[in-house]
């Protein structure tokens, strides 16, 4: 069974860091792609970080270049999303998904809010 694990999510402040971590089992980790995903309050869907098969390609919406980082640990099976200089607009679930354009699985996902 396939299954993928957020954890990380917390209230901070604004400028303030967080580390997410997804955590999966179930199938090979290191033959995917992964990608983070996050969505606000009232709002749909927001694409915001992909990473491909060994860590060496990383692709970021555009708001979000210079402040998140992605990375894994294909010997820990994990998948991670520092957040840097975190803003009110961040505040969102934020979704670990395998894969990048066709996302099969995900997380349930971490709250993460900004706020003073």
């Known amino acids: 069974e396939v299954q993928l694990v957020e954890s990380g999510g917390g209230l901070v402040q604004p400028g303030g860091s967080l580390r997410l971590s997804c955590a999966t089992s179930g199938f090979t980790f290191d033959d995917y792609t992964m990608s983070w995903v996050r969505q606000a309050p009232g709002k749909g869907l927001e694409w915001v970080s992909t990473i491909n098969l060994n860590g060496g390609r990383t692709y970021y919406e555009e708001s979000m270049k210079g402040r998140f980082t992605i990375s894994r640990d294909n010997a820990k099976n994990t998948l991670y999303l520092q957040m840097n200089s975190l803003k009110s607009e961040d505040t969102a679930v934020y979704y670990c998904?395998?894969?990048?354009?066709?996302?099969?699985?995900w997380g349930q996902g971490t709250q993460v809010t900004v706020s003073s």
């Open positions: 998904a395998k894969g990048r354009y066709a996302m099969d699985y």
